[in-house]
């Protein structure tokens, strides 16, 4: 028997016959198919397919089409909840009730993306806060497509190490969506970076070419423009700050267009960002949370050779492994631990009237051919660990290639912002300074080249110690 269909999306791969991805309707409801070879067609013309998938006539049908448009906008009204997400945590709430019409919009988008099958490429940050976000969407995203009942999404994971979307991730992208043809543009899903200026080259590239949709929940640094090109929510402009991490707000988003249970996964956002909103007695999320951190560093040791991505099925395969998630929480924890002695050893201390400050040189505990703890983790693991002791005022510097990064305890940041640390480091050494930013309490420049570490890191103490003593306001504490 024979149906007519509409084109959402024509998929084509190089020496492959194209797949096509259609949309029709049934007493009211919309159904989905796929079909390849046979007859061409193009998007957003009908087509009609025998039982074995081949199309056998095609054309245009406006009336089809219109039908099959108002039966999308149909479907997102039925998934997409009004209803605000909640917690249980008044100050989160309240942050989340003024983004809601933002998430709804979001929701309404993901839903529409994955009704036509367009291109959906989801980036997000190697951490707890960005794969557990990623978490989140990958268990909505399942969820809606089962809710539909269409199995033939096109989405793509990404998980990025940096904190810029440049101009090659844009190349990349852009490279991968020119493998779909749909209705609607592709989407590109930024989750948990890339809130400076130096991502503002990137975003620019894809303006008119892709929609964007930004959680993110870093400071909005001066100069950076990507929000006036897509949809971004960020808890900075609706009277949060950093503790309300990219993770928490993935879930908050996934839980206004899907009945998936992110809950474990926030949680370990919040914990792997050290938010004051945490449930740090939280055992599985403290688990997940380190596992998360683990995986995303080291590839190698999880998956094996040769392994450069990782995608949140592969992650939820391990997670959902209770004899490998233990052994590999095992194998992270001991890791995690030899590091920080050896940190705790090698670091330099500084003494100031205000503050003890740490600079170590990474090398001194970097354990040949392992990524794990990356720098940036072990950072705030070890102002933890200090911090724990009783010189509590801490902040620690640590230098590793083209990197400087900076951790500070909570206590100080009433009087301290690493920002304006960065800010200074741009004004002095702006020739040697690619690019920098973070949190308040957690920080980080990226050099030009690798042979001015140890010098940077002097002068970010020098700043550091400055700055002590003048305030410059507390408004974000989170560390991640």
Avoid at 82 to 110: F, P
Avoid at 373 to 400: A, H, I, Q, T, W
Wanted: with cysteine; hydrophobic share 40%; glycine share 10%.
């Amino acid at each position: 028997m024979q149906r007519r269909w509409f084109v959402s999306c024509v998929k084509s791969v190089a020496g492959r016959s194209p797949t096509y991805f259609m949309m029709g309707e049934d007493n009211g409801r919309l159904v989905f198919g796929t079909a390849s070879g046979g007859l061409m067609a193009e998007c957003a013309e009908y087509a009609e397919c025998e039982e074995d998938g081949r199309i056998v006539q095609a054309g245009r049908d406006d009336a089809l089409g219109i039908t099959v448009l108002e039966a999308v906008e149909d479907l997102c009204t039925e998934l997409v909840s009004n209803r605000t997400y909640t917690t249980g945590n008044r100050s989160v709430d309240s942050i989340t009730e003024k983004m809601w019409d933002s998430i709804g919009s979001a929701a309404r988008l993901l839903v529409r993306k994955l009704a036509y099958s367009s291109a959906v490429i989801i980036r997000f940050h190697n951490d707890a806060d960005g794969s557990g976000g990623a978490l989140c969407l990958f268990a909505a995203l399942t969820d809606a497509c089962t809710r539909m009942g269409n199995a033939n999404a096109n989405i793509v994971w990404t998980m990025q190490r940096g904190v810029v979307y440049g101009m090659q991730d844009a190349a990349l992208d852009a490279t991968v969506a020119g493998g779909y043809s749909s209705v609607e543009k592709p989407l590109l899903v930024l989750v948990d970076f890339g809130t400076t200026a130096e991502s503002n080259r990137g975003i620019e590239a894809l303006r008119g070419r892709f929609d964007i949709l930004w959680l993110d929940h870093h400071p909005i640094a001066e100069g950076f423009e990507g929000a006036r090109h897509s949809l971004y929510i960020n808890p900075w402009n609706f009277a949060g700050d950093s503790n309300y991490t990219a993770g928490l707000l993935a879930s908050a988003l996934s839980n206004a267009f899907s009945t998936a249970d992110t809950r474990t996964y926030e949680q370990a956002s919040l914990i792997g960002d050290y938010s004051s909103y945490a449930d740090t007695g939280n055992r599985a999320a403290q688990e997940t949370s380190m596992l998360l951190d683990f995986i995303t560093s080291d590839l190698e040791a999880v998956y094996g050779p040769s392994k450069s991505n990782v995608t949140p099925q592969e992650i939820q395969a391990v997670l959902s492994n209770l004899a490998r998630r233990k052994e590999l929480l095992d194998y992270a924890n001991i890791r995690l631990e030899e590091a920080i002695e050896r940190g705790m050893s090698a670091a330099k201390l500084h003494v100031t009237p205000g503050a003890f400050v740490y600079v170590l040189d990474f090398e001194d505990v970097r354990e040949e051919g392992t990524r794990y703890p990356l720098p940036g983790r072990f950072s705030s693991k070890l102002l933890s660990r200090l911090s724990g002791m009783d010189m509590r005022r801490v902040v620690v510097v640590v230098y590793v290639g083209a990197y400087v990064l900076m951790r500070a305890d909570k206590e100080l940041c009433a009087e301290l912002n690493l920002l304006d640390v960065i800010a200074a480091l741009k004004q002095m050494h702006g020739d040697l300074v690619e690019n920098g930013g973070g949190h308040r309490c957690a920080a980080a420049v990226k050099l030009r080249d690798k042979e001015h570490g140890k010098h940077l890191a002097a002068s970010a103490v020098r700043s550091i110690k400055e700055l002590i003593g003048h305030g410059t306001g507390a408004q974000d504490s989170a560390q991640g």
